[in-house]
């Protein structure tokens, strides 16, 4: 079992930054696939952006140029720096991981750990 635990959340002007942080409690966090969704009120869950554990690297295209996942393995945390911030961005963003040798990374499904969410609110 994989825990997972998001922080980093907040309000934000649109046009400003936030950088969110995801830690697993895992001692193979390396050998884990790490993927960031997000949901908004009365919207089903959305991909953001993943990062295969070979370090491959998957955007949807609304977020494209504005945000930026990485990896510390040796933290075992994965982030999410969050530039150039729109009210559309708002929602609760969830951090998910998967230990599949095949993936489709934009699939909720393909993930088995989720963490608990963090609230992201972009003031216009």
């Known amino acids: 079992q994989v825990q997972l635990v998001e922080s980093g959340g907040g309000l934000v002007q649109a046009g400003g930054s936030l950088r969110l942080s995801c830690a697993a409690s895992?001692?193979?966090?390396?050998?884990?696939?790490m993927g960031w969704f997000r949901q908004a009120p009365g919207k089903e869950r959305e991909f953001v952006v993943a990062?295969?554990?070979?370090?491959?690297?998957y955007y949807a295209d609304s977020v494209k140029g504005r945000f930026t996942i990485s990896r510390d393995n040796t933290k075992n945390t994965v982030y999410l720096q969050m530039n150039s911030l729109k009210p559309d961005d708002t929602a609760v963003y969830y951090c998910?991981?998967?230990?599949?040798?095949?993936?489709?990374?934009?699939?909720?499904?393909?993930?088995?750990?989720w963490g608990q969410g963090t609230q992201v609110t972009v003031s216009s």
């Open positions: 998910a991981a998967s230990a599949r040798a095949t993936m489709t990374f934009n699939a909720p499904g393909s993930y088995a750990y």
């Open positions: 990062v295969s554990w070979s370090g491959n690297t």
């Open positions: 895992t001692r193979t966090f390396s050998t884990y696939h």
